[in-house]
């Protein structure tokens, strides 16, 4: 088999776990409105790739339109919240996924959906508002971004509210 088939069939299994929750796909992303947030899961393939080896990861994102400039739209790479799949399993530590196969292909879709709904899920679930991000970030923790950056969003946020 080849990249794409692997690529294909981590996806569709990455599909047939979101999309019951309300996330949309195109392509390898997936997204899923709420009242004033975006959430965002993209399958990403490494540059070492080749034809006969899937390296992937999963990148989690929530966009938050008040924050973003007039037409944007939703973005991984734009999100006001960031974070890799493998960053909130037990180990925490950046996790990519290897499939020379269809075996390993397989393997790791199964893993990919065990780790987004034990794992992703409960914590995007947990950041359904612009209020539940703005807190996350008021207690200091701030994935993706730097204190600064969280701080910049704060500000926008209470001066989009009429509070600065």
């Keep these: 088999m080849s990249l794409s088939s692997y690529k294909h069939s981590v996806v569709d299994a990455v599909a047939g776990v979101l999309a019951p929750l309300g996330f949309r796909k ?10 004033d947030v975006v959430h965002l899961v993209s399958v990403q ?3 070492s790739s080749t034809a006969s080896l899937l390296r992937a990861t999963v990148n989690l994102g929530i966009w938050i339109p008040a924050l973003a400039d007039d037409g944007a739209k939703p973005d991984i790479w734009a999100a006001h919240w960031r974070e890799r799949l493998g960053f909130l399993m037990p180990n925490a530590t950046d996790r990519w996924w290897e499939a020379r196969s269809d075996r390993e292909a397989a393997a790791a879709a199964l893993e990919i959906g065990h780790a987004l709904r034990t794992f992703a899920l409960p914590v995007l679930d947990s950041l ?4 539940a991000v703005a807190a996350l970030w008021r207690s200091g ?9 969280a701080q910049r969003y704060l500000d926008a946020l209470d001066r989009g509210r009429g509070a600065g």
């Design 128 to 131: 359904a508002t612009a209020d």
């Design 26 to 35: 195109s392509g390898s992303k997936f997204s899923r409105s709420l009242s």
């Design 45 to 47: 393939s490494s540059v």
């Design 141 to 149: 923790r701030s994935p993706g971004l730097t204190e600064r950056g």
